[in-house]
């Protein structure tokens, strides 16, 4: 099928902006920090980025949100273009773990070696590995993100780094258990400061779709025309975002939308059509999972609108 125009797209976009509000009368917000609960539910933006950096976008698309798990993607590009995939790949793994994204369940049968970098366990991990890397690893992911974007005012929400913090329980005995098993290398505390930082990055859809376009070109960033990634790299990074990119809904979610995505319990969801696009879509009420339920039927409305999957 040919891919639709400029003006086909946006009238798709402007449509599923004004069939979002179907959704607003399920899920909840995040509340398991009050800086994330007091966000306005009733929202939704969409923005999508072309391979070539044109931005097309409709609702909310430049209303900021906190991007929460969406910068795991961001701190594993990171460690990836920094670490060995040994150094990588001997300490976090690379299957879904069908568990919930905060779950300490199988840290403790698989020797506090977590599943995948999506998961909090995984992703607290690469925050070790670039806080004994990095100098400074919170700046270097907000500058990475800022030249992802080509946005320079990208910044962390420090409200929301200090109530993840005053509610840390949960990830630091994530975090204190992999300790246990030699598994984390640097101060706790900071691995836990950095992680915290890494959620707190304030953006808004348009940024985020262009964030991502790398991965929908091949590993170049069409934003400033730079290689982030080399293209094997790419691929194997859709390949993790296809099969844990949405925690325990990952099946599902490939199920209706079929496209590798990272979604984040502010409500964002980022997906990627290999070659074409990336996509970012946000509305706060979230599901059992903790994904966006407007965000995931949009991007369920966009896949049948484009006319092209890579599934078929
Ligand atoms: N800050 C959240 C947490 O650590 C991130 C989880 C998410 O977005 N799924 O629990």
Known sequence: ATPLNQEELQALLEQLAKEAPRCFGEGRVASYIPALAEVEPDQ????????????????????????????????????????????????VGREPSGQAFNSIVQLEVENGIPRNPFINAGALMVSDMLTSRLVMPQHTLREQVRRLAATPTIDFDERVARSEMDHKARNAALAYLMQAYGNIHSDVELVLDTYFHYCALAMNCVELAKSFAFLANRGVNPNDGT?????????????????????????????????????????????????????????PRLDSYGNSIAGRHALEGLVSGLRFTPMG
Not at 48 to 63: E, I, K, L, W
Not at 240 to 259: E, I, P, Q
């Open 227 to 283: 290689r982030v990634f080399s293209e094997i790299h790419t691929r194997q990074m859709n390949a993790l975002l296809l099969t844990c990119g949405l925690y325990d809904a990952a099946g599902d979610f490939a199920w209706r939308v079929g496209l590798p995505g990272k979604s984040g319990v502010g409500g964002g969801i980022v997906a990627i059509l290999p070659r074409r696009m990336s996509i970012c879509v946000w509305s």
């Open 44 to 91: 939704f933006g969409i923005a999508v980025c072309h391979a070539d950096g044109r931005v097309q976008c409709a609702g909310a698309a430049s209303t900021p949100f906190s991007i929460q798990s969406i910068s795991k993607v961001h701190a594993l590009v990171l460690a990836m273009q920094r670490l060995t995939p040994e150094e990588i790949w001997s300490r």
